[in-house]
């Protein structure tokens, strides 16, 4: 993580996971009681740029919907 962001390898598949855990004590976490999450709709696929050109044309229209997506 660098101020926020993740950093990831272009063409690389990820899976985004959620860590549960429960305490009572926030600065004492117990390990064991964690549960772990993934859901198989959240899988995708990064890439550095846009070849097609209709995705292309049409992505400035959806960025205000995509406030995860970094243009450089």
Same mark, same amino acid.
């Given at each position: 993580?660098?101020?926020?962001?993740?950093?990831?390898?272009?063409?690389?598949?990820?899976?985004?996971? @959620?860590?549960?855990? %429960?305490?009572?004590?926030?600065?004492?976490?117990? *390990?064991?009681?964690? =549960?772990? @999450?993934?859901?198989? %709709?959240?899988?995708?696929?990064?890439?550095?740029? *846009?070849?097609?050109? =209709?995705?292309?044309?049409?992505?400035?229209?959806?960025?205000?919907?995509?406030?995860?997506?970094?243009?450089?």
């Amino acid at each position: 993580m660098f101020d926020g962001q993740t950093i990831l390898n272009s063409m690389h598949k990820y899976q985004p996971r @959620f860590h549960v855990v %429960e305490s009572t004590d926030p600065l004492r976490l117990s *390990y064991r009681s964690m =549960k772990t @999450f993934a859901f198989s %709709e959240t899988q995708f696929i990064a890439v550095t740029a *846009y070849q097609n050109e =209709k995705v292309s044309h049409f992505l400035p229209h959806w960025l205000h919907c995509l406030p995860f997506l970094v243009v450089r």
